[in-house]
């Protein structure tokens, strides 16, 4: 009880920081010690903290390295500065076309190499910014005037009223900064913020639960670009200049910087970060010579002991803006609503029948790497309400077989049928949709994010919610946010992990997470779920109730394809049994036909070779 009402505390105290915050900043301007030039450091906190902003979309919510993102931020100031200065477009209009500008060169340029990953992506976003400040430098037709930059940029201006003295710019930029703050955190609980930290723990499994990873990248480096765009017009209006001294490499490692030493994701680490970043000089001025010594020194110290930032950033543990996981008891969302068929409607407890029609059938599959023949002609059909198992020795291909089935891989030869459609090269987030989710061999959960989060995953290929839905909580995002905690909770529920919601997934125990990611894989709401050695890790108590829980599954009219080491879980609960060695399939029947195959124990337990022996 004690702790419970600790948490609540702590919970108050967090929700009156932003006020504090932002009471603060407010009244900034009017502190007895605060001066012109004090304002103006104060407008360059706001400048840095909406550029750390920018970055954080990309760098603290996806994991993407940007080391170039000053070429956003040049590419705004100069797009204000160009059409300021030679059509005379007021600065103001060119707010939103100088983030639009910015955001269109960042898909541009983005599209054809967001592919790659780690290092990789950070030298290419290095060679981006160096390549946008040599044409500034250089360009042939002279419209950045070179080396000199740009002058006389005019003053923002709301009709008779002009933006010019430096306490009117603090306030713009930190009403800028306010907005901004608020879509970020808006975006951050949405379907779209989980789907951008779903990718940044582990692109496979964000994929697998049915997100277009391309799609959201690309989503995350355009919207941070045209932040920067937005802070490169306040710069160009404040400066009344702009030249590529503003925008070295060095302007990009700083930003890279604020997000790392506030927190990664953390929306008021990263403008504690600018705070630190630009207040940090200005008070040891005298040490000017030694302020980048003293400036890595703290990183250093920071990286050190607080990994995760000054202020890191806390998952939430009260749902969605108002939607109050707590709130609802998920014994009574039995009768949630799963895709268009209610669980009450699919889930009778029949006898197992056969149906006719294949779900899923494997035609001459091929696949090579190389010289090695990893699956050959394999074939397989799966029949729905049955379990069919997969099983062979160690490297037989089988989880090959499931990843050309559920889109990882594509296969040289054959092809794939679901339900009639074929599949075959889907992407797996389209494989997804179709009503086909998986587990996989080596756990692949999001361990920075709740379980609550993790099952919540499950449902992004159900939603159909974006940014401007997201943003304004429209009653329809409501509604399905509403529809996916429920469903969440009912599988959470389900899998006995429901009074571990709101721990986070690296902290459970092997078997819990074996658990959790089933629980995923069901919230997609599938028609065939796909398990590799489910069983693996698990004591004997863990398997018999794993055994009980596919049964149960069996009977709710979800068809199950798994592969297995354990023979009791094989025989126990499977229909249909197809054995694979060195990519080939050497046996299929019942289990027990199976069991006492020939081939099937000369795989396993391999072939007794006679002895010749030599007389003398």
């Known amino acids: 009880m004690g702790m419970e009402l600790s948490c609540v505390r702590k919970g108050r105290f967090q929700q009156f920081v932003p006020i504090l915050l932002w009471g603060f900043v407010s009244v900034f301007p009017f502190l007895p010690f605060v001066n012109d030039y004090w304002v103006d450091v104060g407008f360059f906190v706001g400048l840095y903290g909406l550029l750390g902003l920018s970055l954080n979309v990309v760098l ?17 100031a100069y797009t204000t500065a160009i059409l300021n200065t030679t059509l005379n477009i007021p600065v103001l209009l060119l707010l939103p076309v100088s983030a639009l500008v910015a955001s269109g060169f960042a898909y541009l340029v983005m599209s054809p190499v967001i592919h790659l990953r780690g290092d990789y992506l950070c030298i290419v976003t290095i060679g981006i910014g160096e390549i946008v400040r040599i044409i500034i430098v250089n360009n042939p037709w002279g419209i950045t005037n070179g080396p000199n930059g ?127 970043v630009v207040v940090f000089p200005e008070v040891f001025r005298r040490f000017a010579s030694f302020r980048l010594l003293f400036f890595g020194l703290a990183l250093m110290v920071t990286m050190i002991f607080r990994p995760g930032g000054l202020l890191p950033r806390k998952r939430e543990i009260l749902g969605l803006d108002g939607l109050d996981v707590q709130g609802f008891s998920a014994e009574k969302v039995s009768p949630v609503r799963m895709g268009q068929v209610s669980l009450e409607e699919r889930s009778p407890v029949q006898p197992r029948e056969l149906d006719p029609c294949p ?127 429920e469903i969440a909770a009912y599988w959470l529920y389900r899998v006995g992990l429901w009074e571990y919601r709101n721990e986070l997934a690296r902290n459970l125990p092997y078997g819990r997470q074996k658990y959790l990611e089933i629980a995923r894989a069901l919230a997609t709401g599938p028609e065939l779920l796909i398990l590799d050695e489910p069983s693996s890790g ?39 049994v197809s054995v694979m060695d060195m990519g080939s399939k050497i046996a299929e029947g019942s289990p027990w036909e199976v069991y006492n195959h020939p081939r099937v124990i000369e795989a396993y337990l391999g072939k007794e070779e006679e002895w010749v022996g030599s007389t003398s």
């Open 359 to 485: 779900l899923l059938e494997v035609q001459g599959v091929t696949l090579r790497f190389g010289g090695l023949v990893a699956v050959n002609q394999y074939d397989l059909v799966v029949y729905p309400k049955r379990v069919t198992s997969l099983i062979g020795p160690n490297g037989a291909g089988k989880t090959t077989l499931f990843n050309i089935i559920t889109g990882i891989y594509h296969p040289n030869e054959g092809k794939v049928l679901f339900k009639g459609e074929d599949i075959t090269g889907l992407k797996p987030h389209l494989v997804v949709t179709r009503g086909i989710a998986r587990t996989f061999q080596n756990i692949r959960l999001f361990p920075s994010l709740t379980c609550f989060e993790n099952v919540l995953m499950g449902r992004h290929c159900r939603g159909k919610a974006g940014i401007v839905p997201a943003v304004l909580r429209t009653p329809f995002q409501l509604r399905e946010e509403r529809e996916f905690m």
């Open 150 to 276: 740009i002058t006389g940029v005019g003053f923002p201006a709301f009709g008779p009223f002009v933006i010019q003295t430096p306490t009117q710019f603090y306030y713009f930029v930190w009403a800028v900064v306010a907005l901004v703050a608020f879509v970020l955190l808006r975006l951050q609980r949405s379907r779209i913020g989980r789907a951008w930290n779903a990718i940044r723990e582990d692109e496979v499994a964000a994929e697998a639960t049915g997100i277009d990873v391309r799609a959201y990248k690309l989503l995350a480096f355009t919207l941070g670009a045209a932040l920067a765009g937005l802070a490169g017009n306040i710069y160009a209006a404040k400066m009344a200049v702009v030249s590529p001294q503003s925008f070295l490499f060095m302007e990009s490692a700083l930003l890279f910087c604020i997000v790392l030493l506030g927190g990664l994701g953390s929306l008021p680490g990263v403008l504690l970060g600018a705070a630190l």
């Open 60 to 76: 603290g919510e996806v994991g993407l390295f940007d080391l170039g993102h000053a070429a956003f931020y040049a590419i705004g």
């Open 538 to 576: 698990l004591n004997e108590r863990e398997t018999e109730e794993l055994m009980g829980f596919l049964q149960e599954l069996l009977q709710e009219g979800i068809t199950i394809l798994l592969i297995e080491h354990d023979m009791n879980v094989v025989m126990g609960i499977s229909d249909w």
